[in-house]
T-cell receptor, first 115, second 115 residues
Framework: QQQVKQSPQSLIVQKGGISIINCAYE??????FPWYQQFPGKGPALLIA?????SEKKEGRFTISFNKSAKQFSLHIMDSQPGDSATYFC??????????????FGTGTRLTIIP | EAQVTQNPRYLITVTGKKLTVTCSQN?????MSWYRQDPGLGLRQIYY???????DKGDVPEGYKVSRKEKRNFPLILESPSPNQTSLYFC??????????????FGEGSRLTVL
């Protein structure tokens, strides 16, 4: 059972445009929502993260929008650049018993920025 | 340099031949985890460890074993590899997950092919 659903699977955006990747979750116990960026041949790396007490978090050209009632969150990349071409994973985790946590990843979105 | 090191990076083996993928981190992290990455399925957790001698199953543990005898090392063992274990494997580490969830640091991956 997939707990975090990510879409689209692939995305092509023109340079300077806005890239939008969406994720939805079902587990209302999730309380941490990071996005990871992965370049070819490399491991994923944390890009930006949000907690459900805020509806938006912005870091440079990257913004997470969070809708708690809809159980959805999205990544927006403004002024997309060729260097942003990568695979993006959303993820979610919940604090389980005594602080144990498991991070559940979405299926990934391959983003390509064309000149 | 803070890093997670996996070896080997590439391996081709045959069905049934036991193999070990090593993982070592130099950041004194308590938490370590193994993921496999498959097209269309994203990153799925195999096993994780909260600290030395503490390990637990992730979402896809079948066919894998792990051990955590030292804080820095978390090897992944395939006792009798099968073709369905052909995948890209990532080791990751973090300061202990908990209420103040921290960043996961990933290795560069180990691409395993089982013939």
């Amino acid at each position: 059972q997939q707990q975090v659903k990510q879409s689209p699977q692939s995305l092509i955006v023109q340079k300077g445009g806005i890239s939008i990747i969406n994720c939805a979750y079902e587990n209302t116990a999730f309380d941490y929502f990071p996005w990871y960026q992965q370049f070819p041949g490399k491991g994923p790396a944390l890009l930006i993260a949000i907690r459900p007490d805020v509806s938006e978090k912005k870091e440079g050209r990257f913004t997470i929008s969070f809708n708690k009632s809809a159980k959805q969150f999205s990544l927006h990349i403004m002024d997309s650049q060729p260097g942003d071409s990568a695979t993006y994973f959303c993820a979610a985790s919940a604090t389980l018993n005594f602080g144990n946590e498991k991070l559940t990843f979405g299926t990934g979105t391959r983003l390509t920025i064309i000149p | 340099e803070a890093q997670v090191t996996q070896n080997p990076r590439y391996l081709i083996t045959v069905t049934g031949k036991k193999l070990t993928v090593t993982c070592s981190q130099n950041m004194n992290h308590e938490y370590m985890s193994w993921y496999r990455q498959d097209p269309g399925l994203g990153l799925r957790q195999i096993y994780y460890s909260m600290n030395v001698e503490v390990t637990d199953k992730g979402d896809v543990p079948e066919g894998y074993k792990v051990s955590r005898k030292e804080k820095r090392n978390f090897p992944l063992i395939l006792e009798s590899p099968s073709p369905n274990q052909t995948s890209l494997y990532f080791c990751a580490s973090s300061l202990l997950f908990g209420i103040n969830t921290g960043e996961l640091f990933f290795g560069e991956g180990s691409r395993l092919t089982v013939l």
